[in-house]
């Protein structure tokens, strides 16, 4: 299983990115898909997740109206879009998978597999 976030960068406040995510490796059809962010010295933070081929998404509270998760089944990619960025955005963002049930999707141990993590660096 190989997954690949791309698309951070340095952006100023209220600026938008879109982060990608590529998945390979393996049918991902039942499984669930995930968006976190670490910053330097805090626990890695759930944004969003969603079952690979379901059409309900679950944000965390600190990005829900900010942040939307879209996926691109034909091409295996998994996208966050980020609206109003503020520097509290700032930190290391990961996609991953598992398959848990919903009441663990907040959870980082829900997941098994990791990309490597793309930094996005929001300047006030």
């Known amino acids: 299983v190989q997954l690949q976030a791309s698309g951070g960068g340095l952006v100023q406040a209220g600026d938008s990115l879109r982060l990608s995510c590529a998945a390979s490796?393996?049918?991902?059809?039942?499984?669930?898909i995930a968006w976190f962010r670490q910053a330097p010295g805090k626990e890695r933070e759930f944004l969003a997740a969603?079952?690979?081929?379901?059409?309900?998404?679950v944000y965390g509270d600190s990005v829900k109206g900010r942040f939307t998760m879209s996926r691109d089944s034909a091409k295996n990619l998994v996208y966050l879009q980020m609206n109003g960025l503020k520097p509290e955005d700032t930190a290391v963002y990961y996609c991953?998978?598992?398959?848990?049930?919903?009441?663990?999707?907040?959870?980082?141990?829900?997941?098994?597999?990791w990309g490597q993590g793309t930094q996005v660096t929001v300047s006030s």
């Open positions: 991953g998978t598992g398959r848990g049930p919903t009441s663990t999707w907040s959870q980082p141990r829900a997941y098994n597999d």
């Open positions: 969603r079952r690979w081929s379901g059409s309900s998404t």
């Open positions: 490796g393996r049918t991902f059809v039942n499984y669930v």
